[in-house]
């Protein structure tokens, strides 16, 4: 019987990549949009400071770039299991630490409870997904502990 656990890993991988990917979209908004969502969201008007403007559209292409990697690890993941489990170790310190920023500066409450914790939520479902993947891939009766010999 076929392993079922790797299409859903694989699956989780590029819902990830399309939601990194969407950040994008910011990176080209125009600051009167950008700011009227800002209103919108309750933080009120976006200063049209430089630095304002590099660092929302900035950020938004580091979430863009990162999009790629986990659409490129869904591909084979058994062959990347080690850096699919890496990033999710990266991602889940990263979650906390956005839950701690946003705590620390103030943000709304809504903001707060989500940003933070779902980004952790999906690393640690990534984690546990690709942990549970068994030692060898159905496609091969070797194990797939080093990758960097394929």
Do not use: K, N
Request: charged letters at 15%; a neutral charge; glycine letters at 6%.
């Amino acid at each position: 019987m076929p392993d079922r656990r790797a299409p859903w890993l694989a699956l989780t991988l590029w819902f990830e990549c399309v939601i990194l990917l969407s950040a994008l979209v910011a990176v080209f908004l125009p600051h009167s949009m950008m700011s009227a969502i800002h209103a919108e969201l309750g933080l009120g008007p976006l200063p049209r400071d430089t630095i304002v403007q590099y660092l929302t559209r900035s950020l938004s292409l580091v979430y863009a770039a990162a999009g790629p990697l986990a659409g490129f690890l869904a591909r084979d993941v058994y062959r990347y299991r080690e850096v699919i489990a890496f990033q999710a170790y990266v991602g889940i310190v990263s979650g906390l630490g956005l839950l701690a920023l946003d705590l620390s500066i103030g943000m709304p409450a809504y903001w707060t409870l989500c940003e933070g914790p779902s980004a952790t939520a999906l690393a640690l479902i990534v984690l546990i997904q690709v942990r549970r993947l068994p030692p060898t891939s159905p496609a091969s009766d070797r194990p797939e502990h080093d990758i960097g010999q394929r």
